[in-house]
């Protein structure tokens, strides 16, 4: 059975089956208890498991991340919710430098299961300081695992087997897709880590994407397919470790490639795989992997620049036509 | 509200209120009314979708505006948080090119690149609002720095609010800046709430000012719904400062009437706690005040609020009329070097 339930109760219903299913396992974070969440998705949860479990903690990001890792040290499994991963950054000495590094600094002897979460992204009109993307900063190291997914039944597969997961994770949501709808079956989904999803079939250019970003592919590839040409769509779901064979499998039947990636082009997780692509596939490429990115710039508050910042649909199907030589 | 007016005759500063003069008060009533006028007529605005993002407004907490305007020089450098229009208006900044930066015009203050959060104005010496909880502690110890540096007599007024000062970079900066004698003036604007957290949640220490004691800084609680106090306890502080004595920190007790931004119901607290501030309602205090001393008359004050009325009438106008920015605009401003080779594929 399943039922059709936005990405927010996905991740709550998540949330609060691994904490009835494990007692180790806590919530702690800004407003996540009495105000039940900035955006709702722990709501519910202080009624039912009480402040030991629900903590509400004061604005304090590097602080209560480093609580949350010397408590998984310990023994507990903690969700550290950020409000957004913007806040987050306050955090990354935690996260970097102990969360990533215990296990190998202890020779193996302390692990660290704790999940890091919270949206990430552009959500409107909040400027520079708000509108930040953070997968390929977290990706880059060693020691973490990644997460970045909107889809409601990967989200909650995937907080799932994070949760369960032995190793530190951050898990990356959407702030505008809160409220985006999906078929979710009950009870106890697991969505292994590592694994993308072909979300859509196709035989004549590979657009790899993940996150909101996704849905920017898909709505370019049903414009491609008014125009004849079949796009296969692939939600990378995880960012580290990457899924290699999905996307060197699927370039090798459509020997094209665009990635749609929100975060800045420098060295970015768009970089990561033409790289992948170019070294595992290179016979079967026809045309150079092409990527759309977010703008090479900050990005403030005007509309006009959230327009010109982010990638479109538009901008997909021109780097889609360029690389199956359709523009003229 | 006895509780309320009673605690905050209790927190009222130390030391007496001097004689305030005439137009200082016309001054107070004037920038508080721009600000709280500005204001209710962005979130109008907001309403109908001119204005978009966030919007944090400070209605209720401009007595603290008020008196940093008559206490502080020109020269004295200024920064704060999120929570921020009214410092900009209060430093100087056109209502006009205010609204317009709301509205995410090429006239605004920032030329439609930062929206609610973010005016800035290196003429007015304002350092800027910070969407980041408590990032504004370190930087505005940083300007202070930079004037022992220049051996200037200015002071760096650094601002954050009751949720802030739990941030850790508080404790570095309040550690650093007595350590040095930085001629920093710390001030918390205590509303009682960090969005949904009122601040017995926060923290076992609940009178803020207290921390700054762990570093021997001279801190005290202020009356922040009052001009005069709030004038006369930085006017305090800042001959401390300005006498190479090192920082000092008040925490001045205030409220904030609305939501902590548009989309938030409130739900936290009482209608009474909210009334019950409101009846301290620092512009309406004021224009009392005036009245009852007899610098103005009634009428005096009628056309002051009508100038002021006019004055956001037109603010709206003018950033409804403005034109937004161009999109090349993205590719200015990050880097100073103009020719940047961005990466444009
Ligand atoms: C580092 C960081 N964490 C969280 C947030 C989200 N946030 C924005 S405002 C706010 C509450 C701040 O409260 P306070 O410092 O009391 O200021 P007030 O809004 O009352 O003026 C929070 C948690 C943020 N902007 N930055
Ligand atoms: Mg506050």
Redesign the pocket.
């Known amino acids: 059975m399943s039922r059709i339930i936005n990405l927010r109760d996905a991740l709550g219903e998540a949330l609060d089956e691994e904490m009835a299913r494990d007692e180790k396992v806590f919530l702690m974070g800004?407003?996540v208890a009495e105000y039940n969440g900035?955006y709702k998705v722990s709501k519910g949860l202080l009624d039912k498991y009480g402040e030991k479990r629900v903590i509400d903690t004061p604005?304090a990001?590097l602080g209560f991340a480093g609580i949350g890792v010397g408590a998984a040290m310990n023994g507990l499994r903690p969700i550290v919710e950020?409000?957004?991963w913007?806040?987050a950054?306050?955090a990354f000495d935690q996260i970097v430098n102990n969360a990533a590094k215990t296990l190998s600094q202890s020779a193996g002897q302390f692990n660290c299961p704790i999940v890091f979460r919270g949206p990430s992204g552009a959500a409107g009109q909040l400027a520079q300081?708000?509108s930040q993307t953070f997968e390929s900063w977290l990706a880059n190291c060693p020691g973490l695992k990644v997460i970045s997914c909107i889809e409601p039944a990967d989200a909650k597969g995937l907080l799932k087997s994070a949760i369960r997961d032995d190793d530190p994770i951050c898990l990356m949501e959407s702030e505008q897709l809160y409220g985006y709808k999906g078929d979710v079956p009950e009870g106890d989904i697991l969505v292994p880590i590592g694994k993308a999803r072909v979300r859509r079939e196709g035989t004549d250019v590979t657009i790899v994407s993940f996150n909101k970003m996704i849905l920017v592919a898909e709505k370019a590839a049903d414009e491609l397919a008014k125009e004849g040409i079949s796009a296969e769509v692939i939600d990378l779901r995880t960012i580290r470790p990457l899924d290699h064979e999905t996307l060197v499998k699927s370039v090798q039947k459509t020997n094209r490639m665009v990635v749609v990636d929100e975060s800045w082009p420098f060295a970015g997780v768009s970089a990561e795989i033409a790289y992948e692509i170019q070294k595992y596939a290179f016979d079967y490429l026809d045309a150079p992997v092409t990527r759309i990115n977010s703008a090479d710039t900050s990005l403030p508050y005007a509309q006009v620049f959230v327009d010109e910042y982010l990638p479109n649909p538009e901008r997909v199907i021109k780097a889609v036509k360029e690389v199956t030589y359709m523009n003229s | 509200m006895a509780e309320i007016v009673a605690k905050s005759k209790k927190i009222s500063s130390k030391g007496k209120t001097k004689a305030v003069d005439k137009a200082t008060y016309l001054d107070w009533y004037e920038v508080m009314l721009r600000i709280r006028r500005f204001e209710e007529k962005s979130l109008m605005a907001y309403s109908k979708q001119l204005i978009r993002g966030f919007l944090?407004v400070y209605i209720g907490?401009e007595a603290i505006a008020a008196g940093l305007k008559s206490a502080l020089t020109k020269e004295d450098k200024i920064v704060t948080?999120?929570?921020q229009h009214g410092i900009g208006l209060m430093r100087g900044l056109s209502s006009d090119s205010c609204m317009a930066e709301l509205f995410g015009k090429a006239t605004g203050c920032v030329k439609g690149k930062g929206g609610s959060m973010h005016f800035f104005s290196k003429e007015h010496n304002y350092f800027g609002g910070n969407?980041?909880?408590?990032?504004q502690i370190p930087i505005g110890t940083g300007m202070a720095l930079a004037e022992k540096y220049r051996e200037t007599k200015n002071l760096c007024v650094t601002m954050?609010?009751?949720?802030?000062?739990r941030?850790g970079a508080l404790y570095e900066s309040f550690n650093m800046a007595m350590t040095w004698k930085l001629p920093v003036l710390y001030i918390c604007?205590?509303?009682?709430?960090?969005?949904g957290?009122s601040?017995e949640r926060t923290s076992n220490v609940q009178e803020i000012y207290k921390v700054g004691s762990a570093f021997e800084m001279p801190s005290e609680p202020v009356d922040g719904m009052s001009p005069e106090k709030v004038h006369e306890a930085i006017s305090r502080a800042a001959e401390h400062i300005r006498s190479g004595k090192g920082p000092y920190f008040l925490e001045i007790n205030t409220y904030?009437y609305r939501g902590?931004?548009v989309s938030d119901p409130a739900k936290y607290r009482t209608k009474d706690e909210l009334n019950d501030y409101k009846e301290l309602d620092p512009i309406e205090v004021t224009r009392k005040t005036i009245l009852d001393k007899k610098f103005a008359t009634e009428k005096e004050m009628e056309a002051i609020d009508a100038r002021i009325e006019a004055e956001i009438e037109a603010a709206y106008k003018f950033a409804e009329e403005s034109d937004y920015p161009m999109s090349s605009e993205l590719y200015e401003d990050n880097y100073v070097q103009k020719d940047y080779p961005y990466i444009m594929d």
Do not use: P, W
């Open positions: 800004e407003e900035a604005i990001e950020f409000m957004t913007n806040f950054v306050l300081q708000h | 944090h907490q948080a999120y929570r969407g980041i909880v408590g990032a954050f609010g009751d949720g802030a000062a941030q604007e205590n509303n009682k709430y960090a969005m957290t601040v904030r902590h931004s």
